[in-house]
């Protein structure tokens, strides 16, 4: 029989689970939507995601109507009976195109999501190996450190982070970021996550550590950076790819969260949290605003979860088993189970 | 017959009469009854010492009583200031530095305890050792300064005799406002005796109409009839009114939503907290002129524009931007409760004459713009998170945008916003948001620390564009000493329309607030003093 490799073995797995692969495309259709951003700006919308109309009017099948009443109430959503500007109505008292703001709004959260993940893997990642691989008193203090972030509860150091960072920004040496910098709700939701997958990092190094292949690199006059590189390394990238997909998902909430809050992404940027923030307040009059900023949060997040399960069940035998022993999937040889 | 006849045109001559007479009375309402309220918070403080929020203010309005106080009146009406535990506004000297008051006689606190004039000088002692933010309106007493210092041995420019009820007052140099700083709360007359800390939960003997008996932080607080009222104090101040409800019950809801759900169940009778943007239209339709109504306090929302640095040292650039704010947008994002105006003194305030230097023009702006070509065009515009504030600072960055800037908008959270704008160290102070809300109904509220040169601080500066035009300092510094009368307020006219042709803001109107009430309550009699809020001894069943 012919050998295979476990990314081989994996990614078959991942092609025979349909519903991770419907999840995947929409989550490919999501990107693709907030990138067609300019597009939709230049060719449809003709206007920015901060350009304001609030007296400004609109022509419907030949009547011009306001963008934005006298009493404040924004344009219901007109699809495609203005050519396709307010497809989705007006965002408020602004006037700003509610699906200009939704589509670069998209791209704001997705951003933060994927930008604020990608630093807490890698910190978790370096922190674990380190912890795990020297034991002793670099563990001892690593760990304790991380369990003292992990004793606040997130979205409470969240939000305390955010409330003193949004106002005086953030000055660390040569680091120095303003209080509205995008970088701000990406470096707080990267510090509040790091202490959740640092310790199972770690208890993966641990386990990893006391391996034949490890002994037999040591043996072979390896340094303890190369054997953390280059043997560690590559038998944690499984776990760490289910856990960055995953850490996404949940980053991109806790940015919702905080810029719902007023405390994470800060005007003139705006995400898909900041526009719930902002529609709330119309929530009686206007529900639309807050309701579908929050259906692309919920079917992003949902499709990042989904696509997350699917590559842990491609990629951890135990879950594979249990997978298909509920599915009745049979064996990448063609055996049934 | 003839008997029956007469009989007949005596009862109807009495019907009329009844009929008659009961037109000419002021209302026809219950008297009694326990009024319930809702705040969406419970007030900075129930210490008039300490208190320096309107809901503080409207809370005690009718229980701590200052030697002078404003006219329980709507409207400009209510602006006026009148005698309260004195027995007539005071009697001013030449030099315009010492005011001589006297205490009316028989008062007495809730408690029985005598109101005596000394007890003034330790209400102001107690201001100053308390540390009250209203302790630099009185800094201008001789020696109080060195008082606020040491915080002993008295205030030597208040002297006070209780036999006669005699009060004077030295002030080190002539103040036109003092007359309003008498009349505010923080120098309501309290016992002697009154510790000098926070007396939130311990509630003070009060010398009005109500007196608090229960207050919890966070939950609300409740008053009944101060029982020396009906024995002395009514007696004592015939021009203040004596309520009508007995009991007056506050509970604090945070959801606004929730606070108008209870007022159209009729479980709670008023609401302190405007109604929310996103049903106020509906409660205007619905509520107009029977349970709701729109008031119109004294405040102003402006953009402050820094006359001393690039772009907006230059007059045109200033002006220009004025041409291009659309005080119809505003009052749009404001969902109708913003009264429009592009001036500094807003209506209700005594010198107000409406005028519009720079109706809406953006052809106009950007012609003006263009000559006068700055070379700085990136700016900062600053707002506060709290809506929709931060939409108008939206707006306004729009606009600057419209007119060929390259400006950066930054938001930042309410609570330290105008401590922010107000430190000189903070960069890239060029232009941004302020809601003002003076301290009296007084013109010179609006130039002394808004526009004068001498008001620029390197903190808690409140000068925010950074005028300093020694002329207008001067007309500022002279009315600032003056009582204010009819020459004063012809003045103010003409200061207000000097200041707006130098454009250091581009100011767009006034907020309205909102009274809502049950359908149990009387809207027609209920007051709104426009410096104190809604008047609790106005409010009346059906």
Aim: with cysteine; proline share 7%.
């Amino acid at each position: 029989m012919e050998g295979r490799s476990p990314w081989y073995l994996a990614y078959r797995r991942l092609r025979r689970n349909r519903v991770a692969l419907a999840f995947g495309a929409l989550f490919v259709a999501i990107v693709v939507f907030v990138l067609a951003a300019p597009l939709w700006t230049d060719h449809v919308a003709h206007t920015g995601p901060n350009a304001t109309h609030t007296t400004e009017k609109v022509e419907v099948d030949g009547e011009a109507r306001e963008i934005v009443n006298l009493e404040g109430k924004p344009i219901e959503p007109l699809f495609l009976a203005a050519g396709g500007e307010f497809f989705l109505g007006a965002d408020g008292r602004l006037g700003r195109d509610e699906m200009v703001r939704l589509m670069y709004g998209g791209r704001v959260s997705i951003f933060v999501g994927i930008a604020a993940t990608l630093i807490a893997t890698l910190l978790a990642t370096v922190l674990g190996l380190i912890a795990g691989y020297y034991r002793g008193w670099p563990d001892a203090v690593i760990s304790r450190t991380l369990d003292t972030i992990w004793a606040f509860p997130v979205t409470l150091l969240a939000i305390a982070l955010g409330l003193s960072l949004a106002v005086g920004g953030l000055q660390i040496g040569p680091l120095d970021l303003s209080g509205s910098s995008l970088w701000i709700p990406i470096l707080i939701i990267a510090f509040v996550y790091t202490p959740y997958m640092a310790r199972p990092i770690r208890g993966a190094v641990l386990s990893l550590r006391e391996r034949e292949f490890v002994e037999a690199a040591v043996s072979q006059g390896a340094g303890p950076l190369r054997v953390m590189f280059s043997e560690l390394l590559p038998n944690l990238l499984s776990t760490l790819i289910v856990f960055f997909t995953l850490g996404v998902a949940n980053s991109m909430l806790l940015e919702s969260t905080l810029s719902f809050l007023g405390v994470g992404v800060q005007a003139p940027n705006t995400s898909w949290g900041t526009m719930i923030g902002d529609g709330f307040e119309l929530i009686s009059t206007a529900p639309l605003l807050t309701v579908i900023p929050g259906t692309m949060i919920l079917l992003t997040v949902l499709a990042i979860n989904v696509i997350g399960d699917g590559l842990r069940d491609a990629l951890d035998p135990k879950s594979k088993l249990r997978l298909e022993a509920h599915a009745g999937i049979p064996e990448p040889d063609g055996t049934a189970v | 017959m003839r008997k029956l006849h007469a009989a007949l045109a005596v009862l109807g001559l009495v019907s009329v009469a009844l009929v008659l007479s009961s037109c000419g009375s002021s209302s026809s309402g219950k008297e009694g009854g326990t009024l319930t309220g809702s705040y969406a918070s419970f007030p900075d403080y129930l210490d008039p010492a300490l208190s320096y929020s309107q809901e503080g203010w409207l809370a005690m309005y009718n229980t701590y009583l200052p030697l002078l106080t404003y006219k329980h009146a709507d409207g400009a009406e209510g602006a006026e200031v009148v005698p309260a535990l004195a027995e007539s506004l005071p009697e001013i000297s030449a030099d315009r530095k010492t005011y001589k008051l006297t205490l009316r006689k028989g008062l007495e606190y809730s408690d029985g305890t005598p109101v005596k004039a000394s007890d003034f000088a330790s209400t102001v002692e107690r201001v100053f050792k308390i540390s009250s933010p209203g302790s630099p309106f009185y800094e201008g007493i001789v020696g109080a300064e060195e008082f606020a210092k040491t915080r002993t041995g008295g205030i030597p420019g208040i002297k006070t005799d209780d036999k006669t009820g005699e009060i004077t007052i030295e002030l080190t140099s002539p103040r036109g406002t003092f007359t309003n700083e008498l009349a505010m709360l923080f120098v309501a007359l309290v016992p002697p005796n009154t510790p000098a800390k926070n007396m939130t939960t311990d509630p003070i003997p009060a010398t009005g109409p109500y007196e608090i008996v229960e207050s919890e932080p966070g939950r609300g607080w409740s008053y009944e009839r101060n029982p020396q009222w009906a024995k002395a104090n009514g007696e004592a101040m015939p021009d203040l009114p004596d309520g009508h409800v007995d009991k007056i019950e506050i509970s604090i809801v945070r959801n606004g939503a929730t606070q108008v759900n209870e007022i159209e169940r009729d479980k709670t009778d008023w609401m302190q907290t405007i109604v929310p943007a996103d049903l106020f239209n509906k409660v205007k339709d619905k509520y107009e002129d029977t349970q709701f109504r729109v008031e119109h306090p004294i405040n102003l929302y402006f953009f402050w524009m820094n006359t001393q640095q690039p772009p907006f040292d230059d007059l045109e650039v200033r002006q220009a931007v004025n041409y291009a704010l659309d005080t119809a947008a505003l009052e749009r994002i404001y969902a109708g409760s913003l009264s429009a105006a592009h001036q500094i003194l807003p209506e209700g305030v005594p010198g107000h004459e409406a005028f519009d230097l720079y109706p809406h023009d953006m052809a106009k702006a950007k012609a003006m713009l263009e000559e006068a070509s700055p070379s700085d065009r990136e700016i900062t515009v600053w707002t506060n998170n709290e809506s929709p504030s931060d939409d108008a600072g939206a707006y306004f960055s729009d606009v600057l945008g419209k007119l060929g800037f390259k400006a950066k908008l930054k938001v930042i959270n309410g609570d330290n916003y105008y401590t922010v704008i107000g430190n000189a160290e903070t960069p890239d102070l060029d232009t941004g948001f302020t809601a003002w809300i003076p301290d009296y109904p007084n013109p010179n509220g609006f130039f002394q620390p808004l526009l004068s040169g001498e008001s620029i601080a390197p903190i808690y500066n409140s000068n925010f564009a950074k005028m300093d035009d020694p002329k207008l300092n001067a007309k500022v510094a002279k009315l600032s000493e003056e009582q204010l009368g009819a020459e004063q307020e012809d003045e103010y006219r003409a200061l207000d329309r000097e200041y707006m042709e130098k454009a250091p803001w581009a100011p767009f109107g006034t907020n309205t607030l909102s009274t809502f009430v049950s359908s149990e309550i009387d809207l027609d009699e209920v007051i709104f003093n426009p410096t104190m809020g809604q008047d609790l001894t106005s409010f009346q069943f059906k």
